[in-house]
Protein backbone atom coordinates (compact mmCIF):
# COMPACT_ATOMS: atom_id res chain seq x y z
CA UNK A 1 0.00 0.00 0.00
CA UNK A 2 1.32 3.20 -1.04
CA UNK A 3 1.88 5.76 1.47
CA UNK A 4 -0.02 9.03 1.75
CA UNK A 5 -1.31 11.51 4.03
CA UNK A 6 -4.79 12.00 4.58
CA UNK A 7 -4.65 15.75 2.94
CA UNK A 8 -3.42 14.20 -0.65
CA UNK A 9 -7.35 12.48 -0.57
CA UNK A 10 -10.18 13.84 -1.49
CA UNK A 11 -12.87 12.43 1.98
CA UNK A 12 -15.75 10.76 0.13
CA UNK A 13 -19.85 10.63 1.96
CA UNK A 14 -20.20 7.25 2.57
CA UNK A 15 -23.33 5.58 4.04
CA UNK A 16 -23.62 2.52 5.89
CA UNK A 17 -26.45 0.02 6.17
CA UNK A 18 -26.61 -3.50 8.52
CA UNK A 19 -29.67 -5.28 7.41
CA UNK A 20 -30.14 -8.09 10.39
CA UNK A 21 -33.18 -8.85 11.70
CA UNK A 22 -32.12 -9.98 15.25
CA UNK A 23 -29.61 -6.61 15.53
CA UNK A 24 -30.16 -3.32 16.95
CA UNK A 25 -28.05 -0.31 17.67
CA UNK A 26 -26.07 -2.00 20.97
CA UNK A 27 -25.15 -5.32 18.87
CA UNK A 28 -24.36 -3.90 15.55
CA UNK A 29 -20.40 -4.71 16.41
CA UNK A 30 -20.10 -4.38 12.07
CA UNK A 31 -21.72 -1.35 11.23
CA UNK A 32 -19.67 0.08 14.59
CA UNK A 33 -16.39 -1.32 12.83
CA UNK A 34 -17.52 0.25 9.38
CA UNK A 35 -18.08 3.68 10.72
CA UNK A 36 -15.12 3.46 12.72
CA UNK A 37 -13.04 2.87 9.71
CA UNK A 38 -14.65 5.22 7.46
CA UNK A 39 -14.12 8.07 9.85
CA UNK A 40 -10.39 7.34 10.34
CA UNK A 41 -9.76 7.00 6.53
CA UNK A 42 -10.86 10.99 6.72
CA UNK A 43 -13.87 10.23 4.78
CA UNK A 44 -17.69 11.73 5.81
CA UNK A 45 -20.62 9.35 7.39
CA UNK A 46 -23.37 10.95 6.48
CA UNK A 47 -25.98 7.96 7.86
CA UNK A 48 -26.04 4.82 9.38
CA UNK A 49 -29.14 2.61 9.40
CA UNK A 50 -29.92 -0.79 10.53
CA UNK A 51 -32.51 -2.25 8.72
CA UNK A 52 -34.61 -5.91 8.58
CA UNK A 53 -34.06 -8.41 6.28
CA UNK A 54 -36.60 -7.45 3.53
CA UNK A 55 -35.98 -6.71 0.38
CA UNK A 56 -38.47 -4.07 0.04
CA UNK A 57 -37.11 -2.21 2.44
CA UNK A 58 -33.77 -2.40 1.61
CA UNK A 59 -34.54 -1.86 -2.11
CA UNK A 60 -36.09 1.19 -1.12
CA UNK A 61 -33.37 3.15 1.05
CA UNK A 62 -30.51 2.07 -1.03
CA UNK A 63 -32.88 3.80 -4.12
CA UNK A 64 -32.56 6.97 -2.30
CA UNK A 65 -28.96 6.64 -1.63
CA UNK A 66 -28.28 6.06 -4.98
CA UNK A 67 -30.51 9.33 -5.96
CA UNK A 68 -29.20 11.41 -3.61
CA UNK A 69 -26.26 13.73 -4.87
CA UNK A 70 -23.95 13.46 -1.61
CA UNK A 71 -24.16 10.03 -1.03
CA UNK A 72 -20.83 8.64 -3.24
CA UNK A 73 -20.30 5.26 -1.43
CA UNK A 74 -22.64 2.83 0.16
CA UNK A 75 -21.46 0.19 2.36
CA UNK A 76 -23.86 -2.68 3.59
CA UNK A 77 -23.31 -5.37 5.93
CA UNK A 78 -25.31 -8.52 6.26
CA UNK A 79 -27.77 -10.20 4.42
CA UNK A 80 -25.48 -11.86 1.98
CA UNK A 81 -25.47 -15.65 2.85
CA UNK A 82 -28.09 -18.58 2.16
CA UNK A 83 -30.16 -18.21 5.20
CA UNK A 84 -34.20 -18.00 3.90
CA UNK A 85 -34.52 -14.10 4.82
CA UNK A 86 -31.20 -13.51 3.31
CA UNK A 87 -32.05 -11.18 0.72
CA UNK A 88 -29.20 -8.38 0.09
CA UNK A 89 -28.69 -9.71 -3.38
CA UNK A 90 -31.81 -9.65 -4.66
CA UNK A 91 -32.57 -6.55 -3.32
CA UNK A 92 -29.59 -4.46 -4.58
CA UNK A 93 -28.40 -6.05 -7.82
CA UNK A 94 -31.17 -4.87 -9.85
CA UNK A 95 -30.49 -1.77 -8.75
CA UNK A 96 -27.18 -1.44 -10.26
CA UNK A 97 -25.94 -0.06 -13.60
CA UNK A 98 -22.72 -2.32 -13.50
CA UNK A 99 -21.56 -4.98 -11.13
CA UNK A 100 -17.85 -4.97 -9.90
CA UNK A 101 -16.98 -8.82 -10.54
CA UNK A 102 -13.49 -8.35 -9.06
CA UNK A 103 -15.27 -7.29 -5.46
CA UNK A 104 -16.89 -10.43 -4.77
CA UNK A 105 -14.13 -12.78 -6.05
CA UNK A 106 -11.73 -10.88 -4.14
CA UNK A 107 -13.60 -11.03 -1.11
CA UNK A 108 -13.95 -14.64 -1.02
CA UNK A 109 -10.36 -15.41 -1.66
CA UNK A 110 -8.88 -13.28 0.95
CA UNK A 111 -12.09 -14.91 3.26
CA UNK A 112 -10.34 -18.15 2.26
CA UNK A 113 -7.54 -17.53 5.07
CA UNK A 114 -9.81 -17.08 7.66
CA UNK A 115 -12.74 -19.61 6.90
CA UNK A 116 -11.77 -22.31 4.31
CA UNK A 117 -14.08 -23.76 2.49
CA UNK A 118 -17.17 -21.75 3.64
CA UNK A 119 -16.53 -19.22 1.48
CA UNK A 120 -18.34 -20.14 -0.93
CA UNK A 121 -20.85 -19.69 1.02
CA UNK A 122 -20.61 -15.75 1.16
CA UNK A 123 -22.51 -13.97 -2.10
CA UNK A 124 -20.58 -10.41 -1.27
CA UNK A 125 -20.57 -8.43 -4.52
CA UNK A 126 -20.22 -4.94 -5.09
CA UNK A 127 -21.56 -2.50 -8.18
CA UNK A 128 -21.91 1.11 -9.23
CA UNK A 129 -25.44 2.79 -10.04
CA UNK A 130 -25.53 6.77 -10.61
CA UNK A 131 -21.80 7.07 -9.73
CA UNK A 132 -22.49 5.52 -6.24
CA UNK A 133 -20.47 2.61 -5.41
CA UNK A 134 -21.89 -0.15 -3.62
CA UNK A 135 -20.34 -2.81 -1.52
CA UNK A 136 -22.11 -5.74 0.14
CA UNK A 137 -20.10 -7.40 2.64
CA UNK A 138 -21.46 -10.46 4.88
CA UNK A 139 -22.78 -9.83 8.81
CA UNK A 140 -19.66 -10.84 10.71
CA UNK A 141 -17.48 -7.99 12.27
CA UNK A 142 -14.35 -10.28 10.84
CA UNK A 143 -16.07 -10.23 7.32
CA UNK A 144 -16.26 -6.48 6.86
CA UNK A 145 -12.64 -6.25 8.40
CA UNK A 146 -11.15 -8.60 5.82
CA UNK A 147 -13.43 -6.69 3.40
CA UNK A 148 -12.15 -3.34 4.80
CA UNK A 149 -8.77 -3.57 5.19
CA UNK A 150 -8.15 -6.22 1.88
CA UNK A 151 -10.04 -4.19 -0.33
CA UNK A 152 -12.52 -0.97 0.21
CA UNK A 153 -9.75 1.11 2.17
CA UNK A 154 -7.60 1.53 -1.10
CA UNK A 155 -10.32 1.54 -3.33
CA UNK A 156 -11.91 4.26 -1.65
CA UNK A 157 -9.06 6.24 -1.22
CA UNK A 158 -8.10 9.06 -4.15
CA UNK A 159 -4.38 8.59 -3.54
CA UNK A 160 -3.87 4.56 -4.19
CA UNK A 161 -2.48 3.45 -7.05
CA UNK A 162 -2.87 2.10 -10.31
CA UNK A 163 -6.77 2.67 -9.71
CA UNK A 164 -9.61 3.30 -7.44
CA UNK A 165 -13.08 4.04 -7.16
CA UNK A 166 -13.08 7.76 -6.48
CA UNK A 167 -12.93 9.56 -9.76
CA UNK A 168 -15.53 7.75 -10.79
CA UNK A 169 -17.91 8.31 -8.36
CA UNK A 170 -16.73 12.17 -7.74
CA UNK A 171 -18.53 12.89 -11.09
CA UNK A 172 -21.56 12.50 -9.40
CA UNK A 173 -24.02 14.86 -11.23
CA UNK A 174 -24.72 17.54 -8.61
CA UNK A 175 -28.94 17.31 -8.67
CA UNK A 176 -30.79 18.62 -5.66
CA UNK A 177 -32.85 15.60 -3.94
CA UNK A 178 -36.08 18.22 -4.04
CA UNK A 179 -35.31 18.93 -7.65
CA UNK A 180 -35.35 15.28 -8.62
CA UNK A 181 -38.61 14.15 -6.69
CA UNK A 182 -40.38 17.53 -8.67
CA UNK A 183 -38.80 15.78 -11.81
CA UNK A 184 -40.54 12.51 -10.49
CA UNK A 185 -43.84 14.10 -9.54
CA UNK A 186 -44.25 15.73 -12.58
CA UNK A 187 -43.87 13.00 -14.88
CA UNK A 188 -46.59 10.87 -12.87
CA UNK A 189 -48.82 13.88 -13.06
CA UNK A 190 -48.72 13.68 -17.03
Known sequence: MTSHSQSDTKPLNLAILTVSDSRGEAEDTSGQYLEDQVLEAGHRLMVRRILPDDIYLVRALISEWIAAPDIHAVIITGGTGFHERDSTPEAVQPLLDKTIDGFGEEFRRLSQEDIGSSTVQSRAFGGLANHTVIF????????????????????LTSTHKPCNFTGLILRKPDRPVHRLKETIGNRAER
Open 136 to 155: CLPGSTGACRTGWEGILREQ
